[in-house]
């Protein structure tokens, strides 16, 4: 395929978004909208503190003692490791649904087993990546907010108004550490995991391709980024739009059905109480079950986009990838044109 520009790609990841999820199928939408939903929300979960277990030690410690400071500390020990295995496991989860969805808008199916075991062995490799990646950030942070930090207590140590400068220098350091962290989130998801994943190259190999690229079209390359962060406010707002229609098409039937139970039965007797809160229930159920699916199926729609966005992009300069996106011509042998002179 050829070479797309940050523009040119937004209409080829309309149509294959388009083409994944038309017709409309409710169960279609609700599975890929948990595919891409969880592969987004993978970049959300950062590992809990570890250093942190001697803090409640020291807050129970003073007000508990005997029995029922070992059991409080006890209790905290438990949510926290309850706490850090879910935050493994969703880490795992997303980052395998990563891979998922991103085979899934590439070859243009909706088969989710298939693709969760074709996927299997660039797991390891990529979430090995991705560690890597969280601790040049944990390493990059504290360079970034060292010295704002001790600005910021030498002032307040000696009574300065110079705190206030310290304050912000403090907030353009997260800023900017923020700033890095997105940036490099999006290279290393649509630039390196294409390699990982399609090429089946190792994390240097496909780091030191993804690089080669921005090195060829730095413009082009910041570009994206800047149309990819344009498009994420405009989805955005969509979303939001589309989030406010859900809650009345879902809310308004329900309410008015809870409020007509309300009238008719709160003078009657226990059973009509019974009949009226149980209905409430059944009503919150619904209401609930409307927003899931409603979220699900919003996810779907724009994370898919986001998903083809990316892939169209980086197919022109990547040709395995854009073999995959747009197939080229087959060849027919024998049937080759023969030039003779005579």
Same mark, same amino acid.
Request: charged share 5%.
């Given at each position: 395929m050829r070479v797309l520009s940050a523009t040119e790609a937004i209409t080829p990841a309309i149509d294959r978004a388009k083409a994944l999820l038309q017709p409309f199928v409710l169960g279609r939408w609700l599975k890929l909208g948990l595919v891409a939903l969880l592969a987004e929300m993978s970049g959300q979960f950062a590992f809990p503190p570890l250093g942190g277990?001697?803090?409640?030690?020291?807050?129970?410690?003073a007000p508990w003692s005997g029995?029922?400071?070992?059991?409080?500390?006890?209790?905290?020990?438990?949510?926290?490791? @309850? *706490? #850090?295995?879910?935050?493994?496991? $969703?880490?795992?989860?997303?980052?395998?649904m990563q891979l998922v969805l991103m085979d899934l808008v590439a070859t243009r199916t909706t088969l989710v087993a298939p693709a969760w075991h074709r996927t299997a062995s660039r797991t390891w490799r990529? @979430? *090995? #990546?991705?560690?890597?990646?969280? $601790?040049?950030?944990?390493i990059l942070m504290g360079i970034l907010l060292a010295y704002p930090i001790f600005l910021l207590a030498h002032a307040f140590a000696q009574n300065k108004a110079g705190a206030v400068g310290g304050f912000a220098l403090f907030f353009v350091a997260i800023f900017l550490a923020v700033f890095v962290a997105a940036l490099v989130a999006w290279f290393l998801r649509d630039f390196v995991l294409p390699f990982i994943l399609f090429g089946d190259a190792r994390p240097g190999d496909a780091l030191r391709s993804a690089v080669f690229i921005a090195r060829c079209e730095p413009g082009g390359v910041l570009f994206y980024f800047f149309m990819k962060f344009v498009l994420m406010l405009a989805a955005g707002i969509a979303c939001e739009l589309c989030f406010v229609l859900a809650?009345?098409?879902?809310?308004?039937?329900?309410?008015?059905?809870?409020?007509?139970?309300?009238?008719?039965?709160?003078?009657?007797?226990?059973?009509?109480?019974?009949i009226m809160y149980g209905g409430f229930a059944l009503l919150g159920v619904v209401f609930l079950t409307g927003m899931v699916c409603s979220i699900l199926c919003i996810s779907a729609a724009v994370l898919i986009f986001y998903q083809s966005y990316a892939l169209y992009f980086v197919g022109g300069r990547y040709p395995q990838l854009g073999n995959l996106?747009?197939?080229?011509?087959?060849?027919?042998?024998?049937?080759?044109?023969q030039y003779d002179p005579a």
């Open positions: 277990s001697s803090q409640p030690h020291q807050h129970f410690a029995a029922a400071g070992g059991a409080a500390i006890l209790a905290i020990a438990v949510v926290a490791v @309850i *706490g #850090l295995v879910l935050t493994l496991v $969703l880490f795992y989860l997303g980052s395998r990529w @979430i *090995g #990546l991705k560690v890597l990646c969280f $601790l040049a950030f944990v809650v009345l098409a879902c809310g308004i039937p329900t309410g008015a059905i809870g409020a007509a139970m309300w009238f008719l039965l709160r003078h009657s007797g226990p059973l009509a109480h019974a996106l747009e197939p080229p011509p087959p060849t027919m042998p024998g049937l080759e044109f």
